[in-house]
């Protein structure tokens, strides 16, 4: 099994005014081991420079598998590397070879230093018995949904495996669900791709774990996480204490619980006492799911002072949160503040003038010595 992944891997050189570039392609390519077999690679090499030659390179442990057709290129030519697997590789998991190419000025060239760039060729090599190799994913969802899994399993052993998945769904440790797949059988390097839904009607919202157990001695694990949300968004903070004299900022920081997009989230703000009521309206947001944003409103405190009674009243889908709480509107100290400022600058100086005087007697004892 082969895969290449699709990019080029372009390097910029700046000096002296010149500017050139190097690219080759594909940057990675993917080989499972299998004894004796022939791989060849198709290179292309990109270069904005008329005035350099190319040189092809090899590295790695296994460089003595690689067969190159060029070893110098000029611009705009590309080259091929034939790969020809061994009878055996010693280390099992990712091997890694590295085919590059390098910039090589030519006689009376302007450039006067060499680039040199690297495809990856990743040759998988597999691990003795059985090993199993996969990830399991569910995405987020809402209270009724129908929520698609999908696990995916590769043999990357010597050795046969026969098996045949369950997946547990937990709620703080508890099981709350389970879906079971179809037994199967993967001889070495076979993948196989299982898929299925979970209904979590009468699931409640929060977080929850999801975890697949394949046993063959070593025990293999494939896990995830996701959330069931609520259409419900929670104040989780907003401003209690503002200054008086003039329009003011009051902000209130919501989080979404609902996993989808809510438009049109807004905030109405309630300030009161027994003798006076004061109301206000934040712009609206968009919320996107599971997403923290922060509303934020203007008061003018011109004519209000003291300890208010809050009521948040947020908006959103046909839906209502209210939280209550109470706000303080205060002159600024200014006497206070004076103090502080005071404070702050007489420390400074006080931390200036002992540094001044340890400074300078350190000059006088090297003057005596």
Same mark, same amino acid.
């Given at each position: ?23 080759? +392609? ?37 460089? /003595? ?48 230093? #060499? ?19 996969? /990830? ?15 696990? $995916? ?29 179809? #037994? ?14 979970? *209904? ?19 025990? $293999? ?48 703000? *309630? ?56 706000? /303080? ?12 400022? +005071? ?16 400074? *300078? ?9």
């Amino acid at each position: 099994m082969k895969k290449v992944l699709a990019g080029i891997f372009i390097v910029f050189f700046l000096s002296a005014g010149y500017v050139t570039s190097l690219g080759i +392609s594909p940057a990675v390519y993917e080989i499972d081991f299998s004894p004796g077999e022939v791989f060849e690679i198709d290179y292309k090499v990109s270069s904005d420079s008329d005035n350099e030659k190319i040189r092809v390179f090899v590295e790695g442990d296994l460089d /003595y598998i690689v067969e190159l057709d060029k070893k110098e290129l000029n611009p705009g030519e590309g080259f091929k590397a034939k790969l020809t697997m061994p009878d055996r590789i010693e280390t099992s998991g990712v091997n890694r070879l590295y085919i590059g190419v390098e910039s090589v000025p030519k006689e009376g060239g302007t450039l006067g230093t #060499s680039i040199k760039i690297k495809s990856v060729v990743k040759i998988f090599a597999p691990y003795p018995g059985k090993y199993l190799e996969g /990830y399991l994913e569910v995405p987020d969802g809402n209270v009724g949904d129908v929520l698609p899994i999908e696990l $995916f399993v590769i043999n990357r052993g010597t050795e046969r495996a026969d098996f045949t998945p369950e997946v547990n769904f937990f709620e703080s440790g508890n099981i709350v669900g389970k879906v079971k797949f179809d #037994s199967v059988s993967l001889e070495t390097n076979q993948e196989k791709k299982f898929q299925d839904f979970l *209904n979590v009607e009468g699931y409640r919202p929060g977080d929850y774990f999801a975890e697949v157990a394949i046993d063959h001695g070593k025990g $293999f694990y494939f896990n995830d996480s996701f959330r069931i949300g609520s259409l419900y968004v929670k104040v989780i903070n907003y401003t209690s204490e503002v200054k008086k004299g003039g329009i003011e900022r009051f902000n209130v920081a919501i989080e979404s619980n609902w996993n989808g997009v809510l438009e049109d989230v807004f905030a109405d703000v *309630n300030l009161s006492t027994q003798d006076e009521s004061f109301f206000f309206r934040t712009p609206s947001v968009v919320l996107n799911p599971w997403e923290t944003k922060t509303l934020t409103g203007f008061i003018d405190t011109t004519e209000l002072e003291g300890e208010y009674d809050a009521e948040i009243v947020l908006n959103y889908d046909g839906e209502k949160t209210v939280v209550e709480g109470k706000v /303080y509107i205060r002159k600024t100290n200014f006497v206070f503040l004076v103090l502080f400022i +005071s404070g702050l600058f007489i420390l400074a100086l006080v931390v200036f003038i002992v540094a001044y005087k340890v400074k *300078n007697r350190k000059k006088d004892r090297k003057i005596r010595k």
